[in-house]
């Protein structure tokens, strides 16, 4: 079947790479798969050929793959972590990756299809970490860390990994900001719509001399803390920025802070209270 198959330059069951090596279909991820191939052929002119041959190549499938043997660190690492186990630190790299490759789209000014594709799975896979998860689902309190989920009880390995970092540098690239040769810069990034606020709202943070604020929201706006100082979003008519300082405020109509209003930005010297970024509706 499978020298057909390659006869007839039939790639639905296995292909052959450019050093001549042959490989099963990349999209097959187990028996069941390369079994549901099989079934979609078996219509054709291949069909006696799998029914000769579809329990051998079943066998040689899981020969090359030992699916049954794949058992991770289980030997040797905290609890069951293998087939069926969800790794939270991966899902947070993959978001990362996907979030590298939205960036890297809109910075070449890709085809904005193309751009709102890449956004898509971006908030797919975001909505598929931990946090977002049941109890049920994730096996413990969601907002606590655990390393992974296994398919058969709860989430094992309490404790922080290095989880934090990937989902800290997703979460600024989803909101747009970025240094560029020392210069703090904003944008909408693939900001949702939806996380500007529908009415005012107060917000509370602890600033560089670790005390408490708030900051009163005005409808159509949000605010994170970058460096323990204030960032609020604003959807307007005009694009801009607006730096309050100690002792003065300065507006500019791009939105790229300056490198030494950046650098006092970086060091946390308390000059700068607040930065407003306006973005055109």
Known sequence: LLSQLVAD??????????????????????????????????????????????????????????????????????????????????????????????????????????????????????????????????????????????????????????????DILSRMAEMGVAVKEGSLRFSLGILSMDEFLTESTPFTFIDVDFKKQELNLEKDSLCFTYCQIPVVYKLSNKQGLRISFSDKTIESDELTVDEATSKAIFERTGDVKKIEVSFTK
């Not at 020969?63 to 040797?76: C, I, L, P």
């Not at 909505?127 to 606590?144: M, Q, R, V």
């Not at 390995?157 to 934090?164: C, E, I, R, S």
């Open 9 to 166: 330059g039939n790639g639905q069951i296995i292909e052959k790479d450019s050093e001549g090596a042959f490989h099963f279909n990349g999209n097959f991820n187990n028996a069941k798969s390369l079994d549901e191939a099989l079934n979609g052929l078996s219509n054709t002119g291949y069909g006696p050929l799998i029914d000769q041959e579809r329990e051998k190549l079943l066998e040689i499938f899981e020969e090359v793959f030992d699916h049954k043997s794949f058992t991770g660190r289980s030997g040797t690492f905290f609890g069951f972590e293998g087939l069926g186990s969800i790794y939270w630190h991966m899902v947070s790299k993959l978001l990362l990756a996907v979030m590298e490759c939205c960036a890297k789209a809109i910075e070449t000014n890709a085809d904005k299809k193309i751009i709102a594709r890449l956004a898509q799975h971006y908030h797919e896979i975001n909505e598929g970490i931990g946090a977002h998860k049941s109890p049920e689902l994730y096996g413990a309190f969601p907002t606590d860390p655990y390393s992974h989920t296994p398919a058969h009880k709860g989430a094992q390995q309490p404790g922080m990994t290095g989880q934090v970092k990937e």
